[in-house]
């Protein structure tokens, strides 16, 4: 049987997400109007590259053999990430990142009530029972709280202390709380059980920190280095503090630093980052983090479909696609 790949189940039920996006807004009313369209802009300037709004959908598809009941939930994630990304394009001083005819205030006011306010509605609008209905507004307002410490983290980070763990703890708040929020949300909306939902809820926690790290190899690789442009801590940078000789880190720190504005500080910094030794640290736990999510998601098990093409994120997310430099 040929499984059918996340990307496939977004071409599927995209119209879906789109259209309950559209109810959601519109429900907003006539007297929010300025409020519908500046959300609106904000989810067209803050398109997804890969489609893990179907991510509820699979989850509850493993639950129940059925992925439509979960769109409300994909237009919850997406307002999330579009919130979520326009944060982080303002904390990185990148201008670009202000919706075309939006101010940054304006973005702003967009970005919360379009990344809380408006999913709290859209649950609290559901048919289910109250029960279900409040422990979907819970895992919403909850995640908010190590989403946050998670980017302050981020934002804060030591260079003078950095190590893997404290990069693990920032990308475990800033993008794994979201990604548990989601499917534990699926889980719920599924009608799964407590150890199950607990389940869903590392899975998602665990696929977060791959997917983090996996936007963090695009970045490089894409030539883009906004994290060196940003001066970011990131797990990769770590690993080379860790690995770097005797005597050495410093030297990587200044780099670092210089980074920032220099073309060269940069390249020799990448040349730092895709050193042997580092890539070496670097697989072995993104190995580490990726066997964790098969491992979860075969003690889960479930209807087989949907759990492939779950294991096809976790390969995607998980690889290593640097390659250590001469």
């Known amino acids: 049987m040929t499984s059918l790949t996340y990307v496939e ?35 067209r300037h ?29 237009a919850v994630h997406l307002l999330w990430w579009a919130s979520a990304c326009y944060f982080d394009d303002l904390a990185d001083s990148q201008a670009t990142g202000t919706p075309a005819g939006l101010g940054v205030h304006e973005g702003l006011l967009a ?4 990344g809380q306010a408006l999913p709290i509605r859209i649950v609290q609008a559901q048919p289910v029972p109250d ?11 909850n995640c908010c709280f190590p989403a946050v410490e998670g980017q302050l983290r981020d934002l804060r980070g030591d260079m003078e ?6 990069v ?17 949300m699926a889980g719920i909306w599924a009608g799964a059980d407590s150890g199950r939902i607990r389940l869903w809820r590392e899975f998602g926690d665990v696929f977060g920190i791959l997917w983090q ?23 990769l940078l770590a ?60 003690e889960l098990g479930g209807h087989e479909e949907p759990s492939a093409a779950l294991r096809q994120l976790v390969d995607q997310s998980g690889g290593l696609y640097l390659r250590a430099t001469v």
């Open 9 to 43: 189940l977004h071409r599927q039920f995209s119209g879906e997400i789109d259209a309950a996006l559209e109810a959601a807004l519109d429900a907003l009313g006539p007297e929010s109007e300025s409020v519908r369209d500046a959300i609106a802009g904000l989810l």
């Open 46 to 74: 803050q398109q997804m590259k890969y489609p893990l709004s179907v991510l509820p959908l699979l989850v509850h598809d493993a639950e129940t053999g059925a992925p439509g009941p979960a769109v409300p939930l994909s």
């Open 131 to 141: 029960a279900v209905r409040n422990a979907l507004t819970a895992e919403i307002v």
């Open 161 to 166: 202390g950095a190590a893997r763990e404290a």
């Open 239 to 298: 690993c080379a503090l860790e690995e770097a000789p005797p005597g050495a880190r410093g030297h990587v720190l200044a780099l670092s630093g210089a980074a920032r504005s220099s073309g060269r500080a940069r390249q020799e910094l990448t040349d730092l980052l895709l050193a042997h030794a580092v890539l070496r640290r670097y697989q072995k736990d993104l190995d580490t983090f990726r066997d964790e999510a098969y491992r979860i998601l075969g």
């Open 168 to 184: 693990v703890a920032a990308y475990r708040g800033k993008s794994g709380a979201p990604f548990a929020m989601i499917t534990a």
């Open 213 to 235: 790290l996996f936007n963090d190899q695009e970045d490089i690789l894409s030539g883009r280095n906004e994290d060196l442009r940003n001066g970011t801590m990131t797990y």
């Open 111 to 114: 970005a919360v009530a379009g």
